[in-house]
């Protein structure tokens, strides 16, 4: 989107510096008013179209923390277990995705399952998105592995964090 800005600008440039070393002067105004008039507007569209897919992004961060939440809730006496999780780099696959290893150690004297919500940020803190994963039975004293994907492709820096852990 950057880059048809840029594109767009560049030609209205381009055409009011024409139009600066025209001796006729009338129609090459005209022509630099009608380039920059044609950049503004598309300018403004591109704007628009990147305030829809701002929107779409936001709306689906909010459905997946609504399915996370609803999934934390069919937990039936579950206990906080966040101190027994810890995340390791979360790093981008070839598909787009933020994925995050997850190691869970169970400081009980008995087995548990557990289900832990792991939220995606970007370096400001801004939740990108929330998955959450089930991670069945560990002994006591033991640890398991689990990897935690985003629902989609996330641009830039992305960091993890645990949201919640519930052990049971």
């Given at each position: 989107?950057?880059?048809?800005?840029?594109r767009y600008?560049?030609?209205?440039?381009?055409?009011?510096?024409?139009?600066?070393?025209?001796?006729?002067?009338?129609?090459?105004?005209?022509?630099?008013?009608?380039?920059?008039?044609?950049?503004?507007?598309?300018?403004?569209?591109?704007?628009?179209?990147?305030?829809?897919?701002?929107?779409?992004?936001?709306?689906?961060?909010?459905?997946?923390?609504?399915?996370?939440?609803?999934?934390l809730?069919?937990?039936?006496?579950?206990?906080?277990?966040?101190?027994?999780?810890?995340?390791?780099?979360?790093?981008?696959?070839?598909?787009?995705?933020?994925?995050?290893?997850?190691?869970?150690?169970?400081?009980?004297?008995?087995?548990?399952?557990?289900?832990?919500?792991?939220?995606?940020?970007?370096?400001?803190?801004?939740?990108?998105?929330?998955?959450?994963?089930?991670?069945?039975?560990?002994?006591?004293?033991?640890?398991?592995?689990?990897?935690?994907?985003?629902?989609?492709?996330?641009?830039?820096?992305?960091?993890?964090a645990?949201?919640?852990?519930?052990?049971?």
């Amino acid at each position: 989107m950057e880059r048809q800005v840029r594109r767009y600008a560049v030609a209205a440039v381009a055409v009011l510096f024409g139009a600066a070393g025209c001796s006729s002067g009338g129609s090459a105004t005209s022509a630099a008013s009608s380039a920059v008039s044609a950049a503004q507007s598309e300018v403004s569209a591109l704007a628009s179209a990147a305030s829809g897919l701002a929107s779409s992004a936001s709306s689906a961060v909010a459905s997946a923390a609504s399915e996370a939440s609803s999934a934390l809730a069919n937990v039936k006496g579950g206990l906080d277990a966040k101190g027994d999780v810890a995340l390791g780099t979360v790093v981008t696959g070839s598909d787009g995705r933020a994925d995050v290893p997850v190691t869970v150690t169970n400081h009980a004297s008995q087995g548990y399952q557990y289900t832990v919500q792991v939220n995606f940020d970007d370096p400001s803190g801004n939740l990108l998105d929330t998955v959450v994963i089930s991670v069945p039975e560990v002994a006591a004293g033991g640890t398991a592995q689990a990897t935690a994907s985003s629902h989609r492709k996330l641009a830039g820096t992305v960091t993890a964090a645990v949201g919640n852990a519930l052990r049971y």
